[in-house]
């Protein structure tokens, strides 16, 4: 199985700030790799696709970038309402496999 | 638009089958280009993607789960289910429900259902 690696795992930054959100694979996956936005108690929400393409509907400022083995998910502005863990996903190989998430708090 | 509607039992007793069933609404299950999922996530921790089906009947799972699981579709209903046999506690866990958009080589968990928690407990 290919493992997905997040960091970190939590982060709390103001509303306003730049956060960015890594993603490691534990072998090439070019660029097949998803984004998703969990918000609690919500089922996930497909926001980015093949590493950097956005999701109809989702918000500009969310956007991510990598090919290989490393990733990044960023968002330009944080938001309250982006409140929320975010999972990367692989679909390189099955079985599809997930990171294990980054908690995104308001400070 | 299409929704997906988890349903089945909330507590299942230890050694026994878990079943679940989503219903699609809105669109065919049978589209072109689309798979079927299902996803489970423990209370705390992360999504662990359990099996995916095609509307022909064609399936792929998770080797950690292949053993005891069994997804089948029923076009006419258009529904999609998941048995998972001889559970434990570890099992217990919110149970999704999701259309896979298939671009190729694009997969994407595109919409999900609300989720199902199901407890395994005597």
């Known amino acids: 199985d290919i493992q997905m690696t997040q960091s970190p795992s939590s982060l709390s930054a103001s509303v306003g700030d730049r956060v960015t959100i890594t993603c490691q694979a534990s072998q090439d996956i070019s660029n097949y790799l998803n984004w998703y936005q969990q918000k609690p108690g919500k089922a996930p929400k497909l926001l980015i696709y093949?590493?950097?393409n956005s999701e109809t509907g989702a918000p500009s400022r969310f956007s991510g970038s990598g090919s290989g083995t490393d990733f990044t998910f960023t968002i330009s502005s944080l938001q309250p309402e982006d409140i929320a863990t975010y999972y990367c996903?692989?679909?390189?190989?099955?079985?599809?496999?997930f990171g294990g998430g980054t908690k995104v708090e308001i400070k | 638009q299409v929704q997906l509607q988890e349903s089945g039992p909330g507590l299942v007793k230890p050694s026994q089958t878990l079943s679940l069933t989503c219903t699609v609404s809105g669109g065919s299950i049978s589209r072109v280009s689309y798979y079927w999922s299902w996803i489970r996530q423990p209370a705390g921790k992360g999504l662990e993607w359990i099996g995916r089906i095609y509307s022909s009947g064609s399936t792929n799972y998770n080797p950690s789960l292949k053993s005891r699981v069994t997804i089948s579709v029923d076009t006419s209903k258009n529904q999609f289910s998941l048995k998972l046999s001889s559970v434990t506690a570890a099992d217990t866990a919110v149970y999704y429900c999701?259309?896979?958009?298939?671009?190729?080589?694009?997969?994407?968990?595109?919409?999900w259902g609300q989720g199902t928690m199901v407890t395994v407990s005597s």
């Open positions: 999701a259309r896979v958009r298939v671009g190729y080589p694009t997969i994407t968990f595109d919409i």
């Open positions: 093949d590493a950097s």
């Open positions: 996903q692989q679909y390189d190989n099955l079985p599809l496999t």
